[in-house]
């Protein structure tokens, strides 16, 4: 069964670094998600992703985030200079259709020093 | 109001009981309903959609009052791999899902 892909597994950064985290989403998917989940909290939305623009984006996502499909098959975001409080575990997901399922990756855990 | 409210738990109980989870939510636009299951410091997956009609698989059954705007899951004959956290998840029909704060269940021997 195709799965949404993540890398690295863990990324760590000093702060005021810039890191891009990378995503494979699933090959037929067309619409991409980021989310994060900072250590024992909720899974917070990010940002969603379609037909190459921001559909809709959350408070947190803020001129420090961006994302980008580069090239038809990789999904990343880029994260300008980190912050202690951006040490979280990100989410990518990807899904067929905007109102079904999210299938998730296994995502990036970000520790910011 | 928060868009999802899950109690926390963590609910323990013993292999082989019934136990059910409820999650509110205060988007009456909401369209699509589901429980994902989160292990420790994994991503979460899909375990079931909810139907209006509600919807059974295996052990675990979902239901969905519109009109409460509540969904709630049932485990019976719990194992103890069911132990885990229990997410909340509705779309509103835009292009992000909400998530609940999740609900710990804990299956005991």
């Known amino acids: 069964e195709p799965e949404v892909t993540q890398t690295p597994s863990h990324q760590v950064t000093q702060m005021g670094q810039e890191v891009i985290l990378r995503c494979v989403p699933i090959s037929n998917h067309l619409y991409f998600y980021w989310y994060r989940q900072i250590l024992g909290q909720k899974v917070e939305f990010l940002v969603s992703?379609?037909?190459?623009?921001?559909?809709?984006k959350s408070e947190i996502f803020d001129d420090q985030f961006s994302v980008e499909r580069p090239d038809g098959s990789n999904f990343t975001l880029k994260i300008r200079s980190t912050k202690l409080e951006d040490s979280a575990m990100y989410f990518c997901?990807?899904?067929?259709?905007?109102?079904?399922?999210?299938?998730f990756g296994p995502g990036t855990r970000l520790t910011v020093l | 109001r928060k868009e999802v409210e899950q109690d926390p738990g963590p609910f323990n109980v013993p292999e082989g009981a019934t136990v059910a989870f409820n999650c509110t939510y205060s988007?009456?636009?909401?369209?699509?309903f589901f429980w994902y299951r989160q292990d420790c410091r994994k991503e979460p997956k899909l375990l079931m959609s909810v139907y209006s009609s509600g919807n059974e698989d295996g052990r675990f059954t979902a239901q969905l009052n519109r009109a409460s705007q509540y969904i709630s899951l049932l485990i019976r004959d719990s194992k103890l791999s069911d132990s885990a956290t229990y997410l909340c998840?509705?779309?509103?029909?835009?292009?992000?899902?909400?998530f609940g704060t999740g609900t710990r269940l804990k299956v005991l021997a």
């Open positions: 997901a990807s899904s067929g259709l905007a109102a079904l399922k999210g299938d």
């Open positions: 992703f379609y037909n190459n623009e921001i559909s809709e």
């Open positions: 988007n009456s636009a909401s369209q699509s």
């Open positions: 998840v509705v779309n509103t029909g835009t292009y992000k899902y909400i």
